[in-house]
């Protein structure tokens, strides 16, 4: 997967070094259970990169192994190494990494229930010092790209509708001020239409904010609509990666990925088939 990772580091970045840099990292929980694998994978700056797979295949243990995350959960990096502009940021804590540049939205919409919609915008500042006005003016900033939740600016965040907490979760990461956001599953038990929004607002993010985002997603219709380039995880590897234009004419990724192959959308019990052939890993 080195290859892959150089390969992609000169086609997405035109030869120079990606904002972030994954290689070969293996994470061990509890000291036993191996659950990466040698993952590699750049993220150049101004990109969208999608982190593909299915339920268990370690994309969200990924985002926390760059975030450094794991150690609440007793899992660790233990082989490989993780760059961020340049610099190593494996050892790093969670609180550094944020100062950096570095935010991630957790899987499940993750706010403070407690606390007003702005009141969780405001958590999202707390390693900023450059005062109240700059603080203001991206609280009105995420609510230029989040108007529905400035309507509900005052409401407890536990009252608020999924699709309202995932934009209030993504609104409290931006106003840390980030390069790159690590973004796990946004499209988790949101109806089609407002996962569409939100991808619309990211990829606005990405073009007018010039914010990079690494996004795991089990969706890979729409990550791929929406990404510059992919990575697909199968028990902790990397098994295929691409632009992502390319992985949406792969027809492995079609069929197993997307449920459609030249012949027509498939059904489960040929997906079922298909997890056996594993044509990508011949």
């Known amino acids: 997967m080195a290859e892959s990772a150089e390969t992609a580091k000169s086609a997405g970045n035109g030869g120079t070094l990606p904002l972030l ?6 994470v061990i929980y509890d000291h036993v259970i191996l659950v990466l694998k040698g993952v590699s994978l750049d993220v150049p700056e101004g990109r969208i990169v999608t982190l593909l797979g299915a339920n268990g295949a370690g994309k969200t243990t990924t985002l926390k192994a760059i975030s450094n995350l794991l150690k609440s959960e007793r899992g660790e990096v233990t082989k490989g190494r993780i760059l961020y502009n340049g610099e190593r940021v494996d050892q790093r804590s969670p609180s550094d990494l944020v100062r950096l540049g570095v935010t991630q939205v957790m899987e499940g919409r993750h706010c403070f229930e407690h606390l007003t919609v702005e009141e969780n915008l405001l958590t999202g500042a707390y390693s900023r010092k450059d005062g109240r006005a700059a603080i203001q003016r991206d609280i009105d900033m995420v609510y230029g790209y989040f108007p529905a939740i400035q309507e509900r600016k005052t409401s407890l965040a536990g009252y608020i509708s999924g699709g309202e907490q995932q934009m209030t979760a993504i609104g409290r990461a931006l106003m ?10 946004p499209s988790m038990g949101l109806a089609p239409q407002l996962v569409e929004e939100i991808f619309e607002i990211v990829k606005r993010l990405n073009r007018d904010e010039g914010v990079s985002f690494l996004l795991a997603e089990q969706n890979a219709t729409i990550a791929l609509r929406y990404a510059d380039y992919g990575y697909i995880l199968e028990n902790g590897r990397v098994v295929l990666d691409g632009e992502a234009k390319m992985l949406r ?13 030249d012949s027509g959308r498939k059904s489960y019990r040929d997906t079922k088939h298909y997890r056996r052939r594993k044509r990508w890993l011949a």
């Open 21 to 26: 840099s994954v290689t070969n990292i293996e």
């Open 176 to 185: 840390a001020r980030p390069t790159l956001i690590l973004l796990d599953e």
């Open 249 to 261: 004419e792969n027809e492995d990724v079609k069929e197993f990925y997307l449920g459609l192959s």
